[in-house]
């Protein structure tokens, strides 16, 4: 199942055949029975069975011999499809009354993930707009104070500054807010982030890469919010 194990050692034959009283349990269970003992057994790390928002539930494991029903986890090199069919046909050899249900681990993921996905999908929706927002209004504001500054750049510019002077200046200006911006947006969201930790997934709330990431496109796209509006008044 490529669930690491702790301590101890797996199922063998004589554990199915025989009534031994053998069980493997996870670390949660472990650590809620036997807290401040040495757990004398097996032990397998927490998994997530039914849903990653899940904490992790204590569990048994028994061999096949002890259990009413059966769930049974195959490899396969090659197509699983292929193999399905083959396996519920030799269960059927066995006893044609059996009921059998059979899905790739690739369907069990779909059907696990839809709804994270889909929330995951709406989010960005929602980021992007508001990414457009933000330029949008970025663009707005710099477009204003060129205006307003018309004459300043008028007599900059007739004072010899060049035309690459003028466009850095404004280009510092909203470099300036994006900053400030960026700045209250990252304190905002290292507050806010542990409380959506049980949505993120392999991702750190804190995690430099996402923050970083975001810093850039924010950047670039406030210098071409900053850019095109002194460009244009320009010509």
Not at 11 to 30: C, K, M, P, Y
Not at 121 to 141: E, H, K, Q, R
Not at 157 to 172: E, Q
Request: charged share 20%.
């Amino acid at each position: 199942m490529g669930i690491p194990l702790l301590k101890g050692r797996d199922f063998n034959e004589r554990d199915s055949q025989e009534i031994s009283g053998v069980a493997i349990v996870n670390e949660t269970l472990a650590h809620r029975l036997w807290p401040s003992e040495e757990v004398i057994g097996k032990r397998l790390r927490d998994v997530k069975y039914r849903s990653l928002r899940e904490d992790p539930t204590p569990f048994i494991y028994v061999p096949l011999g002890h259990s009413d029903m059966i769930y049974a986890l195959v490899r396969t090199r090659g197509g699983p499809q292929a193999l399905l069919r083959v396996a519920e046909n030799e269960i059927h050899v066995l006893d044609e009354n059996m009921v059998v249900k059979s899905r790739t681990l690739d369907e069990l993921v779909q059907s696990t993930l839809w709804l994270p996905r889909m929330s995951a999908t709406v989010a960005g929706g929602f980021s992007l707009l508001g990414l457009l927002l933000a330029t949008i209004g970025l663009y707005g504001v710099i477009s204003y104070s060129v205006t307003c500054r018309t004459k300043e750049i008028g007599i900059r510019m007739a004072l010899g500054a060049a035309k690459s002077d003028v466009i850095k200046l404004i280009m510092r200006q909203g470099l300036a807010l994006t900053l400030l911006g960026t700045v209250l947006g990252i304190g905002a969201a290292l507050a806010v982030a542990p409380l959506l930790q049980g949505l993120l997934y392999g991702v750190s709330p804190a995690d430099r890469l996402t923050y970083v990431t975001a810093s850039v496109v924010l950047a670039t796209v406030a210098l071409l919010a900053s850019y095109i509006p002194v460009a244009l008044r320009h010509e």
